[in-house]
């Protein structure tokens, strides 16, 4: 069976091309089905009917400045979705013990450098002290390109350890892909209109916050759910 055959067309105001998930376009042009954001959430939660679980996921089209850095950042959501992000934080002594009575999943000082040298430990964010940021550094190849490298502009890189897996554990993290295009969930279909509207707000004024002043740096919004289309949003 085809990804679209499981949709019933008919009750789509969406044709067949209008589903195509395809978020990276040269037009500016808004779509002619293009929603307000509070139809779309409706009708994804029409098409998830009986699946409070799936994700829904945000798409957002950037434009930034010739040479502006990458495009990333974090948030607090209002309703987070996930619930088990793991933390690992480089730091030994007091720093280490701060570490895990905070709730850190892993914690380690050289051993840990190495362990995640062989690619022997799984985590989702990175923390680090000062002083162990040295010691990391040597492995900065590995977790620079996975975004997780410990930076203290990212304030991953911190003597407040406790304050800082706090954050890490509750944060939503997002980065464009080389398209430049952010595609991040931001809620599930069990949630409410509200709080799903108040998540979407929360991911894209932190994205805008990337704009260095540029007025139209978002170009295009997008919301899709795990078997719904992909909406192109007129006011996100």
């Known amino acids: 069976m085809s990804g679209l055959s499981r949709f019933t067309l008919s009750r789509s105001p969406f044709s067949v091309h209008s589903l195509c998930r395809t978020y990276a376009s040269k037009s500016r042009a808004p779509h002619p089905n293009a929603v307000p954001l509070e139809k779309a959430i409706a009708m994804l939660k029409a098409y998830e009917v009986g699946r409070p679980q799936q994700t829904i996921e945000l798409h957002v089209q ?24 793991r933390v690992l934080v480089f730091a030994e002594g007091e720093k280490a ?53 410990p930076t203290v502009n990212k304030g991953t890189v911190t003597s407040d350890i406790a304050e800082a897996i706090k954050f890490s ?31 979407i707000q929360k991911v894209m004024v932190s994205i805008r916050e990337n704009s260095r002043g540029k007025n139209k740096f978002v170009s295009r919004v997008h919301l899709s759910s795990t078997q719904g289309p992909g909406i192109q949003i007129t006011d996100a």
Not at 102 to 128: H, M, P, Q, T, Y
């Open 169 to 199: 554990k509750s944060a939503h993290d997002f980065r464009a892909d080389k398209m430049l295009i952010v595609h991040t969930g931001v809620a599930k279909i069990g949630f409410t209109d509200a709080e799903i509207l108040d998540n």
């Open 62 to 85: 950037c434009a930034p400045e010739k040479g502006q850095p990458p495009i990333r950042g974090s948030c607090i959501l209002t309703r987070p979705f996930k619930s088990d992000t």
């Open 97 to 149: 013990k701060e570490a895990r009575a905070a709730g850190a999943d892993i914690v380690g000082g050289d051993e840990l450098v190495n362990k995640v040298r062989e690619d022997e430990v799984k985590f989702d964010k990175c923390l680090s002290t000062p002083e162990m940021l040295p010691k990391v550094a040597k492995i900065a190849r590995m977790l620079g390109p996975k975004g997780l490298m």
